[in-house]
């Protein structure tokens, strides 16, 4: 599904990533650890598209070449990114961004679009899945949310959405426990053999309950380990130094 | 040199029904203003919209003379029901206030003997001298309207290189209420200056709601200068959302005469390539516990100017005044120019005053944001754009009303390319 060769990213000529390289098959849930500035924030935008980089090496996408495919093209092919820091978009309704956004993933897909009723019909049945109140949904995008509440509404536009490929950067940072576990159930519950996810975090907490398939230690922008899942237990012991 | 703006006294003369004082006053104004001209941008009133200027680029002929048309039909709202004034080319053509009590509310023509102060702004001075048309609207005490009211505003489509002159009169009287909705729809397709003047009485506990809204994008160069009194308690909005101009100024002053009126300016407009439109206001705070409240956003497009000078004046004794004012401005092009002058003038010492302003472009991490998740650039600058005018639109209190004006600025931002 995703293939990266000796990826080479640099921003403002300052190379981040120096030759990366990771597979991911479809129906697998790959975890990315390593400490900070190590370039796992610009491997997220570099797979979501976002400007400013300069590009090298290799990046496909169920064969594509994913540099030639704008950012808008990427989320219609089925890439999904949630932030770090989901941006806060004053005077924009939640549900009817969500609603544009659906309906255009549809229609490139050559689906059809969702009226209002159902439109709200799936985000209620998204909602109260992922045990998340509904009510925020009429607020402004992410205007005066907690941190727990913009991660949590990354989180349930993942799953309505649907995406074949979701990338979580750092979703996890800054959670309580109980938003912790809703950030983990809706991943667990979206997982099937066609689906990937890409998880980027600092900590082994959220791999207690999503169960990574492929643990990655990235440090100084490549890749220096790969592992099964406990690996991250053995970082969480020993840190990042020791392999680096 | 414009040809044909021939304005003498002989068409004051052949006015008819008017007094001898009436007709000083009018050829008094004539000469003012003959004497000043249109106003330039030496006039501080006028500084970054300079009249002269506009009106030599844009009109080689213009012509004040009288223009009497009428028209067949008007398409009226269906989005909610509502009680209507038709005005054509400025002059009352007709109303009708079917949800209303009778005796309540009393409508006519202007009354031309009404006296008003010499000032010294030119356009004020050419409408008092040349004003024959307008509107009076009286509301008596305690009477609430059930319904809003909306003007339609027309402009029928054989207006070309006129310049009209009307006046209008709105007295709201104790405990009253209305909501107006001012709806402009332009048939013509040429240029034209509209320059109208208009008094607003709130007597006390009385409550006018204002909306000014624009069907379509036209040629015309429009004026307005409100003057409005209000005493105690009163309280008085208005919701600017007028757009699709060539140029327009609209100049507010405000006198709150007795304590605890309130006073709201609220805009929220797009402005399309190459207009220009400004918002002038002057809030006389000059008795204590009054609150005034003005928030306007202005989205530019290329080649387009918005301005906005907002003065808040506190007399010694309006103490304990509550005054704001911020200005906001969404720059879509390095062309698009945004001109903001906050004035305060405060001789109290016990009021609370402040004021902003602030300008930008999109920002590039939100469009990234909202592409992220399947938009196109042109779908997300365009929510975006919506979003940055939504919170003065999320002030009008009426559902159904609130969603015609989303709709009309929606209409007005998704006709534009925003690359």
Redesign the interface.
Same mark, same amino acid.
């Given at each position: 599904m995703l293939e990266i060769k000796n990826l080479i990213a640099s921003i403002n000529n300052k190379k981040i990533l120096k030759g990366l390289n990771l597979k991911i098959k479809p129906g697998e849930l790959h975890a990315i650890m390593g400490p900070n500035g190590s370039g796992k924030s610009t491997l997220a935008n570099v797979l979501s598209g976002k400007n400013g980089y300069e590009i090298a090496g290799e990046l496909k996408f169920n064969g594509e070449n994913l540099k030639e495919i704008s950012v808008d093209s990427r989320a219609q092919k089925g890439i999904f990114l949630a932030f770090q820091y989901p941006l806060e978009i004053p005077g924009v309704n939640t549900n009817n961004f969500l609603k544009t956004s659906l309906n255009s993933i549809l229609k490139a897909k050559g689906k059809k679009e969702l009226d209002s009723i159902s439109f709200l019909k799936l985000v209620k049945e998204k909602s109260s899945e992922l045990g998340i109140d509904e009510k925020f949904l009429s607020r402004q995008l992410n205007v005066g949310f907690s941190g727990g509440e913009k991660k949590k509404n990354e989180i349930l536009q993942m799953k309505i959405l649907d995406p074949t490929l979701s990338i979580l950067d750092e979703t996890d940072s800054g959670l309580d426990i109980d938003a912790l576990k809703i950030i983990a159930n809706g991943v667990n519950s979206s997982r099937n053999n066609k689906k990937s996810f890409l998880v980027i975090t600092h900590y082994q907490r959220l791999l207690d309950y999503i169960k990574p398939d492929y643990v990655h230690v990235l440090s100084d922008g490549k890749i220096i380990k790969t592992g099964c899942s406990d690996l991250a237990e053995e970082l969480e012991k020993t840190g990042y130094t020791k392999l680096s | 040199m414009i040809q044909n703006l021939e304005i003498n006294s002989n068409q004051i003369s052949q006015m008819n029904k008017m007094s001898s004082k009436q007709r000083k006053f009018r050829i008094k104004n004539l000469e003012l203003f003959k004497k000043i001209g249109f106003p330039n941008k030496r006039d501080e009133d006028w500084k970054f919209s300079d009249f002269r200027e506009i009106v030599e680029k844009n009109f080689k002929t213009l012509d004040a003379t009288e223009i009497i048309s009428k028209i067949n039909k008007i398409k009226l709202i269906k989005d909610f029901e509502h009680n209507y004034i038709f005005l054509i080319n400025g002059n009352l053509d007709s109303s009708n206030f079917k949800y209303e009590e009778k005796g309540k509310i009393k409508i006519s023509s202007i009354n031309n003997e009404t006296e008003y102060q010499i000032t010294d702004n030119p356009l004020i001075c050419l409408n008092h001298a040349l004003a024959k048309h307008g509107y009076t609207l009286e509301i008596s005490k305690n009477y609430r309207f059930k319904k809003s009211l909306i003007i339609y505003n027309f402009f029928t489509k054989d207006i070309k290189n006129k310049i009209l002159n009307s006046k209008n009169f709105i007295k709201v009287s104790e405990n009253s209420e209305v909501h107006i909705i001012e709806y402009t729809i332009n048939e013509s397709k040429f240029k034209f200056i509209n320059n109208v003047f208009e008094n607003i009485i709130l007597e006390k506990n009385a409550k006018l709601r204002n909306l000014s809204i624009q069907n379509n994008q036209s040629e015309g160069f429009f004026h307005k200068h409100l003057k409005n009194k209000q005493y105690n308690k009163s309280d008085y909005s208005n919701f600017i959302f007028s757009s699709g101009l060539k140029f327009n100024k609209i100049d507010i002053e405000c006198d709150l005469l007795e304590e605890n009126c309130k006073c709201n300016i609220l805009s929220g407009v797009f402005l399309n390539n190459e207009e220009h439109q400004e918002i002038k206001t002057l809030i006389n705070h000059l008795a204590p516990n009054c609150l005034s409240y003005q928030r306007v956003k202005k989205v530019l497009s290329a080649e387009s100017k918005g301005v906005y000078q907002g003065k808040i004046y506190v007399k010694n004794i309006a103490q304990k005044t509550n005054a704001y004012q911020l200005s906001k401005a969404l720059l879509l092009h390095d062309s698009s120019e945004f001109n903001s002058k906050p004035e305060l003038e405060i001789y109290a010492d016990d009021v609370k005053c402040s004021h902003g302003s602030t300008s930008g472009s999109i920002?590039? =991490?939100?469009i990234?944001?909202?592409?992220?998740?399947?938009?196109?650039?042109e =779908?997300?600058a365009k929510?975006?754009i919506?979003?940055?005018?939504?919170?003065v639109v999320?002030l009008i209190k009426s559902n159904s009303i609130k969603n015609f004006v989303q709709s009309k600025i929606e209409e007005h931002v998704n006709g534009h390319r925003t690359d």
């Amino acid at each position: 599904m995703l293939e990266i060769k000796n990826l080479i990213a640099s921003i403002n000529n300052k190379k981040i990533l120096k030759g990366l390289n990771l597979k991911i098959k479809p129906g697998e849930l790959h975890a990315i650890m390593g400490p900070n500035g190590s370039g796992k924030s610009t491997l997220a935008n570099v797979l979501s598209g976002k400007n400013g980089y300069e590009i090298a090496g290799e990046l496909k996408f169920n064969g594509e070449n994913l540099k030639e495919i704008s950012v808008d093209s990427r989320a219609q092919k089925g890439i999904f990114l949630a932030f770090q820091y989901p941006l806060e978009i004053p005077g924009v309704n939640t549900n009817n961004f969500l609603k544009t956004s659906l309906n255009s993933i549809l229609k490139a897909k050559g689906k059809k679009e969702l009226d209002s009723i159902s439109f709200l019909k799936l985000v209620k049945e998204k909602s109260s899945e992922l045990g998340i109140d509904e009510k925020f949904l009429s607020r402004q995008l992410n205007v005066g949310f907690s941190g727990g509440e913009k991660k949590k509404n990354e989180i349930l536009q993942m799953k309505i959405l649907d995406p074949t490929l979701s990338i979580l950067d750092e979703t996890d940072s800054g959670l309580d426990i109980d938003a912790l576990k809703i950030i983990a159930n809706g991943v667990n519950s979206s997982r099937n053999n066609k689906k990937s996810f890409l998880v980027i975090t600092h900590y082994q907490r959220l791999l207690d309950y999503i169960k990574p398939d492929y643990v990655h230690v990235l440090s100084d922008g490549k890749i220096i380990k790969t592992g099964c899942s406990d690996l991250a237990e053995e970082l969480e012991k020993t840190g990042y130094t020791k392999l680096s | 040199m414009i040809q044909n703006l021939e304005i003498n006294s002989n068409q004051i003369s052949q006015m008819n029904k008017m007094s001898s004082k009436q007709r000083k006053f009018r050829i008094k104004n004539l000469e003012l203003f003959k004497k000043i001209g249109f106003p330039n941008k030496r006039d501080e009133d006028w500084k970054f919209s300079d009249f002269r200027e506009i009106v030599e680029k844009n009109f080689k002929t213009l012509d004040a003379t009288e223009i009497i048309s009428k028209i067949n039909k008007i398409k009226l709202i269906k989005d909610f029901e509502h009680n209507y004034i038709f005005l054509i080319n400025g002059n009352l053509d007709s109303s009708n206030f079917k949800y209303e009590e009778k005796g309540k509310i009393k409508i006519s023509s202007i009354n031309n003997e009404t006296e008003y102060q010499i000032t010294d702004n030119p356009l004020i001075c050419l409408n008092h001298a040349l004003a024959k048309h307008g509107y009076t609207l009286e509301i008596s005490k305690n009477y609430r309207f059930k319904k809003s009211l909306i003007i339609y505003n027309f402009f029928t489509k054989d207006i070309k290189n006129k310049i009209l002159n009307s006046k209008n009169f709105i007295k709201v009287s104790e405990n009253s209420e209305v909501h107006i909705i001012e709806y402009t729809i332009n048939e013509s397709k040429f240029k034209f200056i509209n320059n109208v003047f208009e008094n607003i009485i709130l007597e006390k506990n009385a409550k006018l709601r204002n909306l000014s809204i624009q069907n379509n994008q036209s040629e015309g160069f429009f004026h307005k200068h409100l003057k409005n009194k209000q005493y105690n308690k009163s309280d008085y909005s208005n919701f600017i959302f007028s757009s699709g101009l060539k140029f327009n100024k609209i100049d507010i002053e405000c006198d709150l005469l007795e304590e605890n009126c309130k006073c709201n300016i609220l805009s929220g407009v797009f402005l399309n390539n190459e207009e220009h439109q400004e918002i002038k206001t002057l809030i006389n705070h000059l008795a204590p516990n009054c609150l005034s409240y003005q928030r306007v956003k202005k989205v530019l497009s290329a080649e387009s100017k918005g301005v906005y000078q907002g003065k808040i004046y506190v007399k010694n004794i309006a103490q304990k005044t509550n005054a704001y004012q911020l200005s906001k401005a969404l720059l879509l092009h390095d062309s698009s120019e945004f001109n903001s002058k906050p004035e305060l003038e405060i001789y109290a010492d016990d009021v609370k005053c402040s004021h902003g302003s602030t300008s930008g472009s999109i920002d590039d =991490d939100s469009i990234h944001y909202l592409m992220t998740r399947g938009l196109k650039k042109e =779908d997300a600058a365009k929510l975006l754009i919506k979003g940055f005018l939504n919170d003065v639109v999320e002030l009008i209190k009426s559902n159904s009303i609130k969603n015609f004006v989303q709709s009309k600025i929606e209409e007005h931002v998704n006709g534009h390319r925003t690359d």
